[in-house]
Structure formats: structure tokens, C-alpha cells
């Protein structure tokens, strides 16, 4: 079992549609990144994140401390969203990433 | 500000052969990361450099690899000799101080590492 766990692993969505990525973790926290790696493309930083909740135009960020989990959201999705978001805790240990596509 | 900058931006070399990566952070940052993903797996911290010490090294696969990063400034990791199970894609982060809490980080393009 990964330190950390996303789910899903795969998510097709059509455009428009309010998306959900989460992100539960059993490793200690000084801080949690959401990554997106567009294909082919290198790493984007969306959010850090050290307690409750980041937005940044469609996308929200949540994470709860006690129960060691975080979401990415994604409101009004549209196909450049289509990419693998990634969890990473403390720099160090990396979630395997969500597939995200967004279909027309 | 000019990024996180990585080359070669793919390497395809033989088994049993020497290749070196490399990677420019960004001006001033003095933490630098590398990070390595392999086919269908998750993202995996190899090595931490603040300036040219190594903080943290614990992620690095066995002593084939060798990184580097003379000055402060770039740094190099040398994969020698490779085998096969060393193909993925190798990202350098940087990031302007510690924790990651406080400044969080910058992530390079990456190098796609193919050792046939």
C-alpha cells in the first residue's frame, strides 16, 4: 500500500462537469503540493498546501490535517484541464497520479 | 524568471553505457531535487542538494548514480553504468528555501531516460 493513495486512478468527465480528486496520506506533513502533468509536458505546481483551502480560478484545494486527506477540484471542467494531477507530500512522497480527461 | 531547466530532453542510450543529466534551477533557488518516474509507477524522490551539499540522499537507487552540484548553481546526475530499469523520466524541482511548507517548489520539464 502507497504512503500515499489518490483515487481515482482514472476519471473521464464531459465538459462542464464539477471533477473531484482525492488525496488521502499516512506519511508525515510539512506540506501538500497538487501537481499536473500534461502529456509529454513537464510538472506544474497548482497548490501547496499546509492547512484548509487554496483557490485559484476553477481550481479549489482542500486538505484536512487530522484526517490526513486533501481534494482538488475542479469546477466548470473544460478539455486543457485533460492531464495527471498528481499528490505530493512533503516533497517526498508522490501519489500516483489521476488521469483526468475531459471530453467535449 | 527563467525556470527549472533540464537537458537532454530524451537520451536514449545502450545498457552498460554513461549518461548525464542535467539541470539549471532557478536563480537563487538554493534547494535542488531530483525526482525519477518510472513507466506506470508513482513519482520518487531521489536526491536533495541546499547549494552544493546533499541534504537528503536516501532516494538514490544504489551507487550506479552519481549527483552533482559543484558551485551551488547546476547540477548533473550520472548514471553509470545504465541498465534497463534505470528508463524513465528524471525531473529536477528547485525551490528557493525549506521547509517546502513555506515556499513550495518549481519543477523542471524532465529528461526521458531510454537505456535499450
Known amino acids: 500500500k502507497n504512503e500515499v493513495e489518490q483515487s481515482p486512478q482514472n476519471l473521464t468527465a464531459q465538459e462542464g462537469e464539477f471533477i473531484t480528486i482525492n488525496c488521502s496520506y499516512s506519511v508525515g506533513i510539512s506540506a501538500l503540493h497538487w501537481l499536473q502533468q500534461h502529456p509529454g509536458g513537464g510538472i506544474v505546481s497548482l497548490f501547496m498546501l499546509s492547512s484548509g483551502k487554496k483557490k485559484h480560478g476553477r481550481l479549489i484545494a482542500t486538505i484536512n490535517i487530522q484526517e490526513k486527506h486533501s481534494s482538488l477540484h475542479i469546477t466548470a471542467s473544460h478539455p486543457r484541464d485533460s492531464a495527471v494531477y498528481i499528490c505530493?507530500?512533503?516533497?517526498?512522497?508522490f501519489g500516483e497520479g489521476t488521469q483526468l480527461t475531459v471530453n467535449p | 524568471e527563467a525556470g527549472v531547466t533540464q537537458f537532454p530532453s530524451h537520451s536514449v542510450i545502450e545498457k552498460g553505457q554513461t549518461v548525464t543529466l542535467r539541470c539549471d534551477p532557478i536563480s537563487g533557488h538554493d534547494n535542488l531535487y531530483w525526482y525519477r518516474r518510472v513507466m506506470g509507477k508513482e513519482i520518487k524522490f531521489l536526491l536533495h542538494f541546499v547549494k552544493e551539499s546533499k541534504q537528503d540522499e536516501s532516494g538514490m537507487p544504489n551507487n550506479r548514480f552519481l549527483a552533482e552540484r559543484t558551485g551551488g548553481t547546476y547540477s548533473t546526475l550520472k548514471v553509470q553504468p545504465a541498465e534497463l530499469e534505470d528508463s524513465g523520466v528524471y525531473f529536477c524541482a528547485s525551490s528557493q528555501g525549506t521547509p517546502l511548507a513555506n515556499y513550495g517548489y518549481t519543477f523542471g520539464s524532465g529528461t526521458r531516460l531510454t537505456v535499450v
Open positions: 505530493a507530500v512533503s516533497g517526498l512522497t
